[in-house]
């Protein structure tokens, strides 16, 4: 008679060759298995696209005149923004895609576009780089997006989503990267702050 295997729950009858009827378990433990290389891989990935240090002199250069408590709330406010919109292509991104009917390259380059004029109005002294002194929340655009969440981290995440093939423990891999790197990015904002006393206002303004 032989036993069922492992992964499988016995069903309560016998065949007629005497072993057991099995019926597969409803959760196979390879799939449900949280996935360490996946979770490195989309770890560093996002790390590399979504730049933690490098987001600390535009954070400075929108937030270094404001107060501490202004600086700090936008320090959360942005991370929380782009964990939001990552999370939503994350779960939705292929069939918002699909409908709209755009490709993953043709996000790339549009976002592309977007982040060069982003750049662009910074770098020249434009409205952007004045919205902190007008009151407008820098924490959502352009820090929150598209700094943070921005194209290549978008595409990054739904390619990892797309290659997960319905396996339970690469989706709970994928996820913990994604929170795993706004938390590396709200310490990094967080602590930037330290800066400001070094760079003093002449620093400041020559970062805007």
Not at 97 to 106: E, N, R, T
Not at 119 to 138: C, E, K, Q
Not at 190 to 207: C, P, Y
Request: glycine share 12%; net charge neutral.
């Amino acid at each position: 008679m032989r036993l069922p295997a492992r992964n499988q729950s016995f069903c309560g009858t016998v065949l007629r060759d005497g072993n057991p009827r099995t019926c597969g378990s409803a959760w196979d433990t390879e799939t449900v298995a949280f996935d360490i290389a996946v979770f490195t891989s989309v770890f560093i990935t996002l790390v590399v696209i979504m730049d933690p240090p490098g987001a600390v002199p535009v954070f400075l250069s929108l937030t270094g005149r404001q107060p501490a408590a202004e600086r700090h709330r936008a320090a959360w406010q942005a991370p929380a923004v782009s964990l939001t919109v990552i999370s939503m292509f994350a779960i939705g991104g292929q069939a918002i895609l699909a409908y709209l009917h755009i490709g993953v390259p043709a996000l790339q380059g549009a976002g592309g576009l977007l982040l060069l004029i982003t750049g662009l109005s910074l770098l020249m002294g434009g409205a952007t780089s004045h919205d902190a002194d007008s009151g407008v929340n820098v924490a959502l655009v352009p820090l929150g997006t598209p700094l943070m969440a921005g194209p290549g981290a978008i595409a990054a995440t739904i390619i990892a989503v797309r290659q997960a093939q319905g396996q339970v423990g690469t989706y709970l891999a994928i996820g913990a990267a994604i929170l795993c790197v706004h938390v590396v990015l709200y310490l990094t904002l967080r602590f930037s702050t330290v800066l400001i006393r070094v760079l003093r206002e002449g620093g400041i303004m020559l970062l805007a």
